[in-house]
């Protein structure tokens, strides 16, 4: 059986309370959500903790040590209600949404996701769900798993959501109190001794593609880290900027980088944390892709 709706008068009360009834319905369904948050390089091999750059025709070997850290704040997903009310009830037409909310009941659904809900934090879709516990994590570069790169390491601070809607993710978010990365940095012999400390921050990420969140999914929602993006070169007004070569054009072989000291190093590193989709992301997630 189809249904459709025209524009809703008097005759057509039924389909009309028929579709509210299936949001109110629809809105009370929730499922456990795994998820997962993965550290990885560019490699593509077993060994995490050692990557190499090209930058202006130099080669530079990065390594990793072991006392590196991340200190996570928190992390939470923001969920949107899908486009169609059980696969068959657009939501999203103009008709169907006129007719509700001039009755002033429903939901009101702007895009699938991309974009959360304007909803008060009691309504399910305006809740935020935190799937990252705050702690200290260790070993970030040690291998422990495998992604569609390659060797990753996997987080022991991700949860599994038990109460959430379904609907698909519209944001994530993501807290950390502080970055702590040690590493040795070489290029033609020459190695450079590097304590990175970034300070507390957070970053937003908006899925490019469908993130799916229903009853059937078995798959966690993962999101990566690709550490190895945080040294790469940038363009800036027109201009190529390399962290690399800014930080061999300094004299010394031992640099502390952090809010009181190199702080024009520290911001070539956050230039790259801080843009999305580049250290953090939804892995192979892409417009038009469900996953």
């Known amino acids: 059986m ?7 008068g008097n005759s057509n009360e039924e389909q009309l309370k028929t579709l509210q009834n299936l949001l109110i319905l629809r809105d009370g369904i929730t499922t456990g ?3 997962s948050l993965q550290v ?16 202006a025709g130099n080669t530079y070997s ?5 006392d590196s850290y991340i200190q996570w704040d928190s992390g939470y997903y923001r969920i949107n209600p899908t486009e169609k009310v059980f696969g068959v009830f657009d939501v999203k037409s103009n008709d169907n949404l006129n007719a509700l909310n001039e009755d ?12 959360p809900l304007d909803l008060p934090a009691t309504d399910i879709y305006g809740r935020n769900y935190v799937f990252l516990n705050s702690g200290t994590e260790t070993n970030i570069t040690k291998y422990n798993s495998t992604n569609e790169t390659g060797a990753s390491f996997t987080s022991s601070f991700t949860k599994r959501i ?12 993501i807290g950390w109190e502080a970055i702590y990365l040690n590493v040795d ?19 937003s990420l908006k899925p490019k593609c469908k993130l799916k969140v229903d009853t059937s999914r078995t798959k966690p929602i993962n999101i990566g880290i690709q550490y190895s993006n945080l040294f790469r070169d940038y363009a800036e007004n027109g201009t190529s900027v390399s962290f690399l070569q800014n930080l061999f054009i300094k004299s010394g072989s031992e640099f502390i980088i952090a809010s009181i000291s190199n702080t024009d190093l520290l911001i ?3 230039k790259n944390m801080k843009t999305e989709d580049l250290v953090f992301s939804f892995p192979s997630c892409t417009p038009g892709v469900e996953r």
Request: charged content about 20%; glycine content about 8%.
């Open 104 to 115: 002033g009941a429903g939901t009101r659904t702007h895009t699938p996701f991309t974009v």
């Open 162 to 173: 038990p109460d959430s809607p379904t609907g698909v993710i519209s944001l994530a978010t």
């Open 268 to 270: 070539n590193l956050s």
């Open 2 to 8: 189809k249904c459709t709706f025209g524009s809703v």
């Open 62 to 66: 990065i390594s990793v040590a072991s």
């Open 185 to 203: 940095i070489t290029r033609s012999g020459i190695t450079k001794s590097v304590k990175i400390l970034m300070s507390r921050d957070s970053i």
């Open 40 to 55: 990885f390089d560019n490699q593509g091999d077993d060994d995490i903790s050692r990557i190499e750059f090209t930058s």
């Open 33 to 35: 959500l795994n998820t």
